[in-house]
C-alpha cells in the first residue's frame, strides 16, 4: 500500500487542500485545523451546522492566514498567537482558544450570515484525546473531532461508490491521509499503521455524519443524504454509526508524503 494523498484543513469544517508532503508536530498535521469557528456560546461550529462552510477556502503559512469565499473580498490576516483567551468547546472538550478579534468576526459574519468568531490553537490552548482511546495519557490534539488523523482508503470508497448510483469524492470525508493498494475495509482491523518513517496507533473507527453529505464544492447537501444513507446499510457500528476511516495517533512527530509505503 501506498500513500495515493494527503489533506490538510486549517479551519475546521472549511474547505480543504491537497499537499504531497507534510510535517507532523504534537498535535498532528502541523496547520491542520489550528483555527475554529465558533458561535457566542464558545461552541464549534461546522458544516453540520453551517453547511456553506464548505465554500471557504483558508490558506495558512505560517501565521499568514488568507481566506476567499464566493462573493466575498479576501480576508488577509496575520494570526494573533496571543490574542485574547476565549472558553471554547469541541463535542465533550472544554479548553481556552484565542480569538482572533473583530475584523475576523466580522467577515465570517458577512460570509455566512452567523455571528461567529475565529480562533487559534496556540500557546495557551490544551485539549488531551480522549483517554478511553487514547495509547498515551500526553496526546493531545487541536481542533479535531477527536483525533490527530484520519486515514481512509481508495480501496473502501471504491466498495461504497459501487453500492450507490451515483458515485462521490473522497473530499466527502474529509481525511487527512488516503491510501491506495489495500483490500476494502480492511482498515478495520488495522492497530499499528506505519506511514513511510512514522508510526500510528489506529485507536478509533471513525463515525460519520451529515457531513458527508455536504458537496465540498457547492455546499449544497444531498437530497437524498449520500452516501451517508448507503453507507449506514452496511457499516453500522450499533452505537457509533456509521463507520468510514480510522482515527490515529502518531507515537512521534515526523514527516509523511505522497508516495510513501503504507504497512498495516
Known amino acids: 500500500m501506498r500513500v495515493a494523498s494527503l489533506h490538510r484543513y486549517p479551519i475546521k469544517g472549511c474547505r480543504g487542500h491537497s499537499l504531497e508532503s507534510a510535517e507532523l508536530d504534537a498535535l498532528g498535521f502541523v496547520d491542520d485545523r489550528r483555527l475554529m469557528l465558533i458561535d457566542p456560546s464558545g461552541r464549534f461550529v461546522s458544516q453540520r451546522e453551517v453547511q456553506q462552510l464548505a465554500t471557504i477556502e483558508p490558506e495558512l503559512d505560517g501565521t499568514r492566514l488568507t481566506v ?39 467577515w465570517f459574519r458577512d460570509a455566512v450570515g452567523e455571528p461567529l468568531r475565529l480562533v487559534w490553537f496556540g500557546a495557551g ?26 486515514i481512509v482508503q481508495e480501496a473502501s470508497l471504491a466498495d461504497l461508490n459501487a453500492r450507490m448510483a ?92 505522497v508516495g510513501d509505503e503504507v504497512i498495516a
Not at 229 to 251: C, D, E, K
Open 68 to 106: 476567499r469565499a464566493p462573493q466575498m473580498k479576501p480576508l488577509a490576516l496575520e494570526v494573533d498567537p496571543d490574542g485574547s483567551m476565549t472558553d471554547v468547546v469541541v463535542w465533550d472538550s472544554a479548553f481556552r482558544a484565542h480569538d482572533q478579534g473583530e475584523r475576523a468576526a466580522a
Open 125 to 150: 490552548s490544551q485539549r488531551f484525546i480522549d483517554p478511553t482511546y487514547s495509547p498515551r495519557s500526553d496526546a493531545q490534539t487541536a481542533f479535531t473531532d477527536g483525533y490527530q488523523v484520519l
Open 166 to 257: 451515483e458515485p462521490v469524492p473522497m473530499t466527502r470525508f474529509r481525511p487527512n491521509i488516503v491510501v491506495q493498494g489495500g483490500v476494502a475495509w480492511g482498515e478495520d482491523d488495522w492497530r499499528e499503521v506505519k506511514v513511510g518513517a512514522m508510526t500510528f496507533d489506529a485507536v478509533k473507527p471513525c463515525a460519520r455524519c451529515t457531513v458527508l453529505t455536504t458537496d465540498q464544492l457547492t455546499g449544497a447537501r444531498h437530497p437524498r443524504q449520500e452516501p451517508l444513507r448507503t453507507l449506514a446499510t452496511f457499516r453500522t457500528i450499533p452505537g457509533r454509526g456509521a463507520i468510514f476511516g480510522q482515527n490515529l495517533v502518531m507515537r512521534a512527530p515526523g514527516s509523511v508524503a
